[in-house]
Every structure is written in C-alpha cells, then in structure tokens.
C-alpha cells in the first residue's frame, strides 16, 4: 500500500512559480513512477509530469515543457514538482499519483492518488 500527502499548491500571479511536493509512504518498488496530474473546471484530468522512481527517466506534457520540472528525492521520499512560468490555463487541481508498472499516461493506469492540492494561477 502506497500513501500520497501533496502540499504547496497556492494562489499565484502570472509569470509566478510554485513548488508542489508529494510525501511518498508505504512500500516502494523500483518499477513504481510517479506522476503529476491536473484537473481544471470543467476538464478531463491530464498528465502533467512523470518520473520513474527506480532510474529517474521524466516525461513531461508538451504544455508545460520547458516550464515545468518533476523530480524526486528518494532518502526523503518525496516527490517535486517546480512550476515556473505558471499561466493562468495552469489552474486546476494538481494531484500525486502511483503507478507500479511504470510511467504511463492515462489516469486510469495509477493504482494510487493524493487528495489534491489547488493552483490558481491570477491574470
């Protein structure tokens, strides 16, 4: 069993950064990824970002390339994720998820989520 606890979400002005963190607990493999997902009003929840936990290898949505990074630190258990650049359509919920075979892309493919973390990104 795999625990998530997601913090730092906030309100933000354009062109601002936020840092999202992810407390990870419970038995971790080497094949587990884990991932940043959003849901906006009115949206279908979308992969933000995802990293595997055994050799770090990263995806990252083609939205927030360049501006977004996910990363992870595994002596503290917990997962980041930096946002820099943040835009107003990057408001939403932002939640932690688990994934034991890997990185995938569909939200139906996490085995475990976090209780969300809001972003209000202001104009």
């Known amino acids: 069993q795999v625990q998530l606890v997601e913090s730092g979400g906030g309100l933000v002005q354009a062109g601002g950064s936020l840092r999202l963190s992810c407390a990870v607990s419970?038995?971790?493999?080497?094949?587990?990824?884990m991932a940043w997902f959003r849901q906006g009003p009115g949206k279908e929840r979308e992969i933000v970002a995802a990293?595997?936990?055994?050799?770090?290898?990263?995806y990252s949505a083609d939205s927030v390339r360049g501006r977004f990074t996910i990363s992870r630190d595994n002596a503290k258990n917990t997962v980041y994720l930096q946002m820099n650049s943040l835009k107003p359509e990057d408001t939403a919920v932002y939640y932690c998820?688990?994934?034991?075979?890997?990185?995938?892309?569909?939200?139906?493919?996490?085995?475990?989520w976090g209780q969300g973390t809001q972003v209000t990104v202001s104009s």
């Open positions: 990293i595997s936990w055994g050799s770090a290898y990263t």
């Open positions: 419970g038995r971790l493999s080497s094949t587990i990824a």
């Open positions: 998820s688990a994934a034991h075979l890997g990185i995938q892309i569909s939200p139906g493919a996490y085995d475990y």
